[in-house]
């Protein structure tokens, strides 16, 4: 993921994503309240990449973790349209975490009592 902040570009990390916002990892600290760009990528299983998202947002947060930074950042109101992409997004995430719950047929008993 990029963020663009006065014309810099900083590159990170995605650690949580949600409609509201997202954490991140970054090298570098941003100034909280920071008016931001963020393009957000997939990463597919063959290390191909989507066409990136770019969403508004603001820098709520930043800490020292280790010899890195954390970032929050919350989502500034963004179009119907890049609201159903990050929605679409999330969905994507959502089911490439989600364990996939195999059914087992019923048995005759279990239908029909």
Do not use: H
């Not at 949580?16 to 997939?42: F, M, P, T, Y």
Request: aromatic share 8%; charged share 30%; hydrophobic share 35%.
């Amino acid at each position: 993921m990029t963020f663009k902040v006065k014309g810099k570009a900083y590159q990170g990390r995605t650690t949580n994503l949600s409609r509201g916002g997202l954490c991140a990892d970054l090298a570098d600290s941003i100034e909280v309240g920071s008016e931001i760009e963020v393009d957000l990528q997939l990463v597919f299983d063959d290390d191909s990449q989507s066409e990136p998202l770019r969403v508004p947002g603001r820098v709520a947060w930043c800490t020292t973790v280790d010899e890195a930074f954390q970032v929050g950042i919350s989502f500034r109101p963004m179009d119907t349209e890049r609201a159903n992409y990050l929605m679409i997004f999330l969905r994507f995430l959502d089911d490439g975490v989600r364990p996939k719950i195999e059914k087992r047929a019923k048995t005759v008993d279990e239908r029909f009592g």
